[in-house]
């Protein structure tokens, strides 16, 4: 039997399959702590929900696993998902205005004509791959578009994220390959800042990202070249990963389910619940951390200062506690509270943008391909400590 203590992050079998340590950790031990990491993981949905919204954690010595159990350095340079409130507020600010519901909603049509252009030809070839074939080109064409990015390298831009996070088994933290493919995507990012640096007012005129960017005063002063580099990788990262797994996902798991794709295909309203119950289901963003910088007790645990925590938002999101039959799939359901995009001041800012990518993708695979089936021997999860779901998701109809 599987037991709390056997829980490491970084080991192949975590990698391969965390739900069994996540229900031994909220079952033994919520509130763990690992010294090999110096690190407390929090594996209970309202631990989670409470700690992201205490200012005894703080996010500016990193957020990821690498720069908090690894304790590698964040950017120098401040970038909004890595710094605390109040400072976070004026650089959080830069990207807010695109990502309302109000202004997402404006986004349909061009998202809608972008995946149909996408998704015809692959119908005539009557079989594809749903996450590299449809879902990552959507949602990377228009992560490129808000950010200000060539469209025509987009997905070579992309790519490079891919190499960044790629593993293998055995492997803790970044390899050389891994850091390559890093500095190939800054160095092209910092070519395309210069470039519109120089075309003066012309090269930040619009509402793009970027421009915004290379406008904005905060501080006291403009943002340096890291800072902004660092704001565009969070973007291509954040806008291009978490949509194509989840919809992979969710294929993969309408498919266990055929009567609930039938439900989806006779009344296609029901599909953004069909979304966010593969979201909570299987998260695509597995874990994110903060620094202590108090004292705090959580459960009869002390965490003292300096230490690491990691928030297991998809342990939270299949918590009994929280979630009647945590651990089934059930797009009936009704949830009142959810970590799918986090909580509190680090919220993503993407999530209406994400629900409505991840409705358009199901509504168009789900009209043109109702009786699809998926090729359960091509289907490949990703191999990750920080991102979880299906990478390969073939299918033929």
Known sequence: MIRASDYDPFSDAVMRDPWPYYAALRREAPVFYLEKYDTWFLSRFEDIRASTTNDVFSAERGVTPEMVMLKQPPPPDPVFSMLDMPRQRDYRRIFVPRYTKRAVAKMEDSIRARTRRLLDPLLERGHFDVYSDLADPVAT????????LPEEEA??????????????????????ENDAGR?????????IVIERQQAGDAGCAGDDHLSVLLRAEIEGGKLSLPAILAAMYTMLVTGAEVVPLSVANTIYYLAQHPDQRAQLVADPALIPHAFAESLRYDQPTNLLGRTVRDAVEIRGETLEPGAGVMFLWASGNRDEAEFERADEFDISRRPQRSLSFGHGAHKCIG????????????EELLAAAPDYEVDRDGAERVYSEFLHGYHRMPIGF
Request: aromatic letters at 6%.
């Open 141 to 148: 064409l228009t992560i490129a578009e808000l950010i200000g």
């Open 155 to 176: 997905l070579d831009l992309r790519a490079h994220v891919a190499t960044f996070f790629a593993r293998e088994p055995g492997q803790v933290g970044t390899t050389e």
């Open 183 to 191: 500095v190939a995507l800054m160095t092209r990012f910092a070519e």
């Open 351 to 362: 999530e209406h943008l994400g629900n409505l990518e991840g409705r358009i993708l199901l």
